[in-house]
């Protein structure tokens, strides 16, 4: 397995192409290309729809997978605001690549026989597959399809990003294999004995103690541990650091427990969840999850230093094991230059970590991921997918 990442801020689209793929071609040598995934910024648009073909004659085996992007990563650099084409092109010996394109609207039937899905199921025996997806904003159920994969393939491990750069509804491209669409959501299963790992950063900490939900309904939580929302939270407040009070203001959210039964919790143990409202009669607080009466939830803010801490403390962990092949990350919007007041910050923070691991992305309308063995739509959030070669054990029996 070899995995090349190559970036051109060209402002000529043609130009870009040639200057990326000539970088992959030297990078790869004469190998076999099996994937190749590019993410393309709107200073193209005028342009882009020939992009997938261009793609196509340079490699003619490979199976496609790309969208619009209003920033562009890869080459360790993130360019927002600029022209950009990033291509990750992948060897992949006896990885079955199966492109997939789902159409917009509710998700379809994922058995039916003769898609992708239905193929896929109908082989429980075979190894577990991989989903790599890319959502239109516009047109796609995003979080009904998670759900569907997720129940469909339990053990298999999905990551991707909602396509951005369109403005509208039909405003972006997709495309996987040799369909190309402006609706739905498109996509690449991976089935072989490739492993895909995913690091998923929300960006936050959590502040004051985890609490039960004690009294709820739908989105609204009306009690925590017996007393209002609003109650524990002026609590927390007033014990809070300055710096911690200002984020208060705008920086807020609920992480809503993925374990159950615990008695101790964890960053990476929530999901984190944006708070809708907090109802000042009442005391009661309405967020973007429907958490049952006894979940744990626990409040957690998000700053620029924050999200750097989470994301070195997710980094660390990953450091001890050995680099991946090569990786793609789905950064929010909100994250980057805007977030962090200088360009790079996530790709720089990867490369001192893992060196020089090929790494591709885009910065997304909504990045997906796992949280404890669940697949979420998230916000503000760094989605790394993280590419390993199968087991020595594996390539010996095979």
Request: hydrophobic share 40%.
């Amino acid at each position: 397995m070899k995995w090349a990442c190559a970036l051109s801020t060209r402002p000529n689209l043609e130009a870009a192409f040639t200057e990326a793929t000539t970088v992959l071609e030297q990078e790869l040598e004469s190998l076999e290309v099996d994937l190749v995934v590019a993410f393309v910024s709107p200073h193209h648009e005028a342009a882009w729809r020939r992009l997938p073909e261009m793609l196509g004659a340079r490699f003619m085996n490979a199976v496609q997978l790309g969208c619009t992007a209003d920033g562009v990563v890869g080459g360790g650099r993130e360019v927002e605001g600029s022209p950009a084409l990033s291509v990750t092109a992948a060897s992949l010996p006896g990885e079955d690549v199966l492109p997939f394109v789902v159409g917009p609207g509710d998700p379809p039937d994922l058995l039916e026989t003769g898609t992708v899905f239905g193929r896929l199921a109908e082989d429980p025996e075979g190894p577990a597959p991989h989903f790599v997806l890319l959502p239109d904003p516009f047109s796609c159920a995003v979080e009904p399809l998670l759900g569907l994969l997720d129940r469909t393939f339990p053990t298999s491990t999905k990551i991707g990003g909602l396509a951005s750069g369109g403005r509208q509804p039909n405003g972006n491209l997709l495309w996987s294999g040799e369909e190309v669409t402006t609706e739905g959501a498109v996509g690449v299963a991976l089935r072989g004995a490739l492993r895909l790992e995913t690091l998923v950063a929300q960006g936050c900490r959590p502040i004051g103690q985890p609490v039960f939900v004690t009294s709820c309904r739908e989105n609204l939580i009306l009690e925590l541990d017996g007393k209002r929302p609003l109650e524990v939270l002026q609590e927390i407040y007033e014990t809070a650091e300055d710096r911690d009070r200002e984020l208060f203001r705008h920086s807020l959210f609920l992480g809503v427990g993925m374990r159950e039964g615990e008695t101790e919790y964890h960053v990476g143990d929530f999901l984190v969840r944006n708070l809708l409202r907090i109802d000042q009669t009442s005391g009661a607080i309405a967020v973007a999850a429907q958490p049952e009466q006894g979940t744990v939830v626990q409040f957690h803010l998000r700053d620029a230093v924050t999200s750097a801490e989470d994301l070195e403390a997710h980094l660390a962990d990953l450091s001890r094991e050995t680099a991946p092949e090569g990786a793609l990350l789905f950064s929010c919007l909100g994250r980057g230059e805007r977030l962090y007041g200088q360009p790079d910050y996530d790709s720089r923070a990867f490369a001192s970590r893992c060196g020089h691991v090929p790494l591709g992305g885009f910065f997304c309308n909504g990045e997906i991921g796992p949280v404890q063995g669940r697949t979420f739509l998230h916000g503000y959030t760094s989605s790394f997918g993280l590419f390993r070669a199968p087991p020595a054990e594996s390539v010996d029996s095979d």
